[in-house]
């Protein structure tokens, strides 16, 4: 019954900028821990950000510290996830993902190229 559907990606320039949106529809989000993860070609899914309810704690991988930011906002239902000073190496298939115990929804991804 819960779906997630990302948005914002696109074909950007090193250094550039891009903010995707995640919106959830049949459940609220309030309860759930919010991830973003992304794929590469012939890469294994890796875990991006995290952020906990009510943004408690928030994570990030290594590779990505400082350059993005993910943040939630529940009245929405919407969870971010601002990326700045784009790399090659961030292009990727992103995606949503929603846990609250043994629940996990995922998105269908949103495609970020970074490429001159």
């Known amino acids: 019954q819960g779906q997630l559907v990302e948005s914002g990606g696109g074909l950007v320039q090193p250094g550039g900028s891009l903010r995707l949106s995640c919106v959830a529809s049949?459940?609220?989000?309030?309860?759930?821990?919010m991830r973003w993860y992304r794929q590469a070609p012939g890469k294994e899914r890796e875990l991006v950000a995290s952020?906990?309810?009510?943004?408690?704690?928030?994570s990030y991988g290594e590779s990505v510290k400082g350059r993005f930011t993910i943040s939630r906002d529940d009245a929405k239902n919407t969870v971010y996830l601002q990326m700045n000073s784009l790399k090659p190496e961030d292009t990727a298939v992103y995606y949503c993902?929603?846990?609250?115990?043994?629940?996990?929804?995922w998105g269908q991804g949103t495609q970020v190229t970074v490429s001159s």
């Open positions: 952020i906990t309810t009510s943004g408690g704690t928030i």
């Open positions: 049949g459940f609220s989000i309030s309860n759930y821990v």
């Open positions: 993902n929603a846990q609250y115990t043994w629940i996990r929804y």
